[in-house]
């Protein structure tokens, strides 16, 4: 396989975070897979942004799972659930999971965000969107330990 010509680097390391990404583009890379790295980047620096700004994710994570319980796929459910984003508890959800008040249009858009993803919407683009439509792409696998194969005996 002939070395890259060009390539598509992400880059970062703060305190203790570090992210490498890195894709060669050869003459054959089609441009899909460069969209698809790139939405991998984008989530990987999206969801550290939040943790950087201390926003609770977990407790708004929570929040939208709470919001969308027992809706299914759909525009009508989808309405009704960014319709409870101006209820109380989701104020106070939004407002518990900052430790800065000024963050809290931050918190709202991650929970806004969460909902609709709790109803199989994307706002955005994504690997999983793209490896779908694309079955050639796939995510990069998790480096690190892998658990061992339980045997079955």
């Known amino acids: 396989m002939a070395e890259p010509d060009e390539y598509v680097d992400f880059l970062a390391k703060y305190k203790e975070w570090i992210s490498i990404k890195r894709l060669g583009i050869r003459s054959d890379t089609k441009q899909e897979a460069v969209a698809h790295h790139l939405a991998g980047i984008s989530a990987t620096a999206l969801s550290k942004a939040y943790s950087f700004l201390g926003i609770d994710t977990a407790s708004l994570d929570s929040a939208a799972g709470s919001m969308t319980s027992g809706m299914r796929k759909s525009y009508d459910s989808l309405s009704q659930a960014v319709a409870k984003m101006s209820q109380p508890s989701a104020k106070g959800a939004i407002s518990a999971a900052c430790r800065d008040p000024k963050l809290a249009p931050v918190a ?46």
């Open 108 to 153: 709202e858009a991650y929970l806004l965000n969460r909902v609709i993803a709790s109803l199989g919407y994307d706002t955005s683009i994504n690997q999983t969107t793209m490896s779908k439509i694309f079955p050639e792409l796939k995510p990069p696998k998790t480096l690190g330990r892998k658990p061992k194969a339980k045997n079955n005996r």
